[in-house]
Nanobody, 121 residues
Framework: QVQLVESGGGLVQAGGSLRLSCAAS????????MGWYRQAPGKQRELVAT???????TYADSVKGRFTISRDNAKNTVYLQMNSLKPEDTAVYYC???????????????WGQGTQVTVSS
C-alpha cells in the first residue's frame, strides 16, 4: 500500500512564503515524476509544478519565478517552495506521483489527501 502525505500548508499574508512537503511511503520500488496540483473553490484542479526523475521541471505560467519544486529521491519526498504568495494562490494543494510498487510491473499514479493554503490580502 502506498501513501502520499502532504504537510506545510497554512495561512499566510500576501507576499509571504510557505514550503510544502510530500512524502511517499509504502512498498515503493521506484518513483518517476512527482508534482503538485491545486484546486481553488469552484475551479478545476490545475497543475502547479512537476519534476521528473531526471530533473525536468514544468511550472504553470502563474507560478513561474515564484514557486520552486525540488525532490529528495532518497526520501521519496517532493517539496514546493512558494514565495511572493498572492491571494489567488489560495487553494487545496495536492501531491501527485507516478510510482512503481514492489509488486507491480507498471507505474501507477497516486494522489495525496491535500493541504490547504490560504493567502490573505
Amino acid at each position: 500500500q502506498v501513501q502520499l502525505v502532504e504537510s506545510g500548508g497554512g495561512l499566510v499574508q500576501a507576499g509571504g512564503s510557505l514550503r510544502l512537503s510530500c512524502a511517499a511511503s509504502g512498498s515503493i520500488f521506484r518513483v518517476s515524476a512527482m508534482g503538485w496540483y491545486r484546486q481553488a473553490p469552484g475551479k478545476q484542479r490545475e497543475l502547479v509544478a512537476t519534476l521528473t526523475s531526471d530533473g525536468t521541471t514544468t511550472y504553470a505560467d502563474s507560478v513561474k519565478g515564484r514557486f520552486t519544486i525540488s525532490r529528495d529521491n532518497a526520501k521519496n519526498t517532493v517539496y514546493l517552495q512558494m514565495n511572493s504568495l498572492k491571494p489567488e494562490d489560495t487553494a487545496v494543494y495536492y501531491c501527485n506521483a507516478d510510482l512503481r510498487t514492489l509488486t507491480m510491473l507498471t507505474y501507477t499514479n497516486y494522489w495525496g489527501q491535500g493541504t490547504q493554503v490560504t493567502v490573505s490580502s
